[in-house]
């Protein structure tokens, strides 16, 4: 993200905030959401800040911003390594921090951009108030231990890295990113299987459980950590998208979103772990067609900038 571009986003959250004490003079506002640093959105694989008119972070931006929340979303590279993204990112978090003038930024990651902030808030905690994974792969995915399977160096292995590259590059361009980032699934694909994470794992632990299923620290060198995900890989019929995710959710063993386990997602202070959701869900996607037995995703947000607010983050 370019300065000129942070520099936009900063007048519209002045703007929106000028907004916000208007309709709170003749109608009434919350604070609800108004946490002291900004909270910063970073995208997982495949993903982008807005795709043709279309959010990533479907109607979660607005919803946080509504009640006081200053909110800014970031793009990183579609594939690459957790150590790339997190470079990516840190620049970012370094501008957001500077421009807004706080000093610090509240991250929240949804699956690759979990490991991505992970590495943000362990190389510079003086720049990072909290840390929130959403349906991260911390431990490694069953999916791409499944893609894994095929050989390396093989035909097949080059034929998928450049389907999916090009997919990177395509979902770049249409993003209208501001630069051509690099695209490299093959460290992905390192980054997201159980051995690569257990290797990221073991020079940033930060937040992560030592036990196979628990929760980790909630707050090291002045970071809190949070996290929380789904376990239901199918939950409408009226997203097309669910029909993908029912098809990986067949690489687990055990309760996932789709492309993430129960398990693996867990992270510092584990909020919850079983929403009705799926890993699109999460985000509130495919256009806020989630499941209409859970609480909506937008809620979700709102309740956790609250949460962070209310522990004066």
Aim: net charge neutral.
């Amino acid at each position: 993200m370019k300065k000129t571009a942070l520099s936009v986003a900063l007048g519209v959250t002045t703007l929106l905030g000028a907004t916000s004490q208007a309709q709170a003079f003749w109608f009434g506002s919350s604070d609800y959401t108004k946490t002291r640093y900004p909270i910063v959105l970073a995208h997982g694989m495949l993903g982008f800040d807005s795709l043709l008119g279309v959010d990533y972070w479907y109607g979660i931006p607005s919803a946080l911003r509504k009640d006081g929340a200053s909110v800014y979303v970031t793009e990183v590279s579609q594939l690459d390594t957790s150590e790339a993204r997190g470079e990516q990112l840190l620049a970012q978090v370094e501008e957001i921090a500077a421009i807004s003038g706080k000093g610090k930024v509240n991250l929240i990651g949804h699956s690759h951009g979990g490991p991505t902030i992970r590495y943000v808030a362990a190389v510079r905690p003086d720049l990072v108030a909290s840390a929130t994974s959403v349906g991260a792969p911390h431990k490694g995915s069953d999916a791409a231990d499944f893609i894994r399977n095929v050989p390396e160096g093989s035909a097949g292995e080059a034929m998928l890295a450049g389907i999916f590259n090009g997919m990177g590059a395509l979902i770049n361009f249409l993003s209208g990113s501001s630069s051509s980032t690099p695209q490299n699934s093959l460290g992905t694909l390192e980054s997201l299987n159980s051995q690569g994470a257990a290797r990221f794992n073991a020079k940033f632990p930060q937040g992560i459980p030592t036990t196979a299923c628990g929760e980790g620290a909630y707050r090291v060198n002045g970071v809190r950590y949070y996290s929380w995900s789904g376990t239901s890989p199918v939950t409408n019929v009226l997203d097309p998208s669910d029909l993908l995710l029912g098809a990986t959710a067949l690489t687990f063993s055990g309760d996932n979103d789709g492309l993430v386990g129960r398990c693996s997602s867990r992270m510092g202070m584990v909020i919850r772990d079983n929403f009705r959701m799926n890993h699109l869900d999460e985000v509130n996607q495919t256009f806020g067609l989630t499941s209409w037995f859970e609480t909506s995703p937008v809620s979700i947000y709102r309740q956790h900038a609250n949460r962070l607010k209310l522990a004066g983050l």
